[in-house]
Structures are given as structure tokens and as C-alpha cells.
Nanobody, 114 residues
């Protein structure tokens, strides 16, 4: 089992920044951690993910603006979001591949508006 605690969401103006964090509590081995988001009325989509090796993968829409990082010792993944745009508004979900299964956080709201 995996318990995920997400934090860092909120309201920010266009061009601003937010930093999301997701801490995983588990006895399982974690192989990959990442972030997905679901804008209003749209399907959930990959934002970024990082493997335990350090390999990273980003959606084209966030490349150059978002940075994913992780602290393997703390089982924590971060998403630094810069130059935020209104289209970044979504519920952001932490995703963890641990053991043989995927686990999901409860989601945190990010709203970009002036």
C-alpha cells in the first residue's frame, strides 16, 4: 500500500509560479513518480514523470516551464511550475509506480487567473 500526501496547489496569477510536492509513505519499492492533471471538462493527461534512475519525461505543453525532481531518500516528488498560464488550470494528481501497481493522490487544485 502507498499513502500519498500532495501539497502546494492554489491560486496564482498568469506568469507566476507554484511548487507542488507529493510525499509517499510506503514499504514498497518506488520505481517512478510523476504528475498528471485534469483541466475542467477534459481528460487526465501526463504532465511530467521521473524514474528512480533520474530519467524525466515532460508533456510538450510544459517543456521549458515546468521542472520535475525527486528526493528518493524521502520518497518525495516535486513539480516546479513557472510562467504559469490560464490553460495550466487543472486538478493535479500525483502518480506513483510502486511494487507492481500504480497509486494516485487525491489531487490538488491549481488555478491560474488574474
Amino acid at each position: 500500500q502507498v499513502h500519498l500526501v500532495e501539497s502546494g496547489g492554489g491560486l496564482v496569477q498568469p506568469g507566476g509560479s507554484l511548487r507542488l510536492s507529493c510525499a509517499a509513505s510506503t514499504s514498497l519499492n518506488i520505481y517512478r513518480m510523476g504528475w498528471y492533471r485534469q483541466p475542467p471538462g477534459k481528460q487526465r493527461e501526463l504532465v511530467a514523470r521521473v524514474a528512480s534512475s533520474g530519467y524525466t519525461d515532460y508533456a510538450d505543453s510544459v517543456k521549458g516551464r515546468f521542472t520535475i525532481s525527486r528526493d528518493n531518500a524521502k520518497n518525495t516528488v516535486y513539480l516546479q511550475m513557472n510562467t504559469l498560464k490560464p490553460e495550466d488550470t487543472a486538478v493535479y494528481y500525483c502518480n506513483v509506480l510502486a511494487g507492481l501497481n500504480d497509486f494516485w493522490g487525491q489531487g490538488t487544485q491549481v488555478t491560474v487567473s488574474s
